[in-house]
């Protein structure tokens, strides 16, 4: 069965410092993983997905399949990244999410 | 409408007592889910509609949840025999044919059992 882990359920640090969130997965495939996001007394929303390599609002995800990671990262942290973040793993249609880590980002 | 509805935004019943939860999607989508999000969980998936059919329906805790989606529109999260440990929030996300990717999630109903 798949499994998301992200090991820190808090994270602050200081607006301007690099950030990284964890995650990790177990899955018996090809995975498919993402990256959702809650900003304060708003909806969960898609930030960004691996197949895409993008970048959104400067943040970045690489999937390492040796490692089963697929951290998030911003060189540059604002303060209006603070905000819950959710990895995901899709699975036929069913999005298996990791725990959240509540991201602070300091002035 | 312009994205997933969810109502009631809140939800506070008794023990015991039968609650509906109503999601209207983005018009269009076909495929619709719900999520439960316990605190400090993230959410955890229920059913998956694809139009008017449970597509998948192994997230459903046991036979006291139920969900229906009769005209491929609107879904229905029925909960019998409430107990405290349903209290959660219950999500719902719409998709125009399935896939993450394309995923619009409600705001959720917070549903408290007392």
């Known amino acids: 069965a798949q499994r998301v882990t992200q090991p820190e359920k808090l994270l602050s640090v200081f607006k301007g410092a690099p950030v990284e969130l964890k995650c990790n997965y177990s899955y018996s495939g090809s995975p498919e993983l993402f990256w959702y996001v809650q900003y304060s007394r708003q909806r969960l929303q898609l930030l960004l997905r691996?197949?895409s390599r993008e970048s959104i609002k400067g943040f970045t995800a690489d999937l390492n399949k040796g490692e089963t990671s697929f951290h998030l990262k911003k060189p540059f942290a604002q303060e209006e990244d603070s905000a819950m973040y959710y990895c995901?793993?899709?699975?036929?249609?069913?999005?298996?999410f990791g725990e959240g880590t509540q991201l602070t980002v300091n002035p | 409408g312009a994205g997933v509805s969810q109502t009631p935004s809140n939800k506070v019943t008794e023990k015991g007592k039968y609650v509906e939860l109503r999601c209207d999607p983005i018009s269009g989508h076909t495929a619709l889910y719900w999520y439960r999000q316990s605190l400090g969980q993230g959410p955890e998936f229920l059913i998956y509609f694809q139009g008017t059919g449970a597509a998948d329906d192994s997230g459903l805790p046991n036979d006291r949840f139920f969900a229906v989606r009769p005209e491929g529109s609107v879904s229905t999260l029925k909960i019998q025999r409430t107990e405290r440990g349903d209290s959660a929030v219950y999500l719902c996300a719409s998709s125009l044919t399935g896939g993450a990717g394309g995923y619009t999630f409600g705001s959720g109903t917070r549903l408290t059992v007392v």
């Open positions: 995901a793993l899709i699975s036929g249609s069913r999005l298996t």
């Open positions: 691996h197949i």
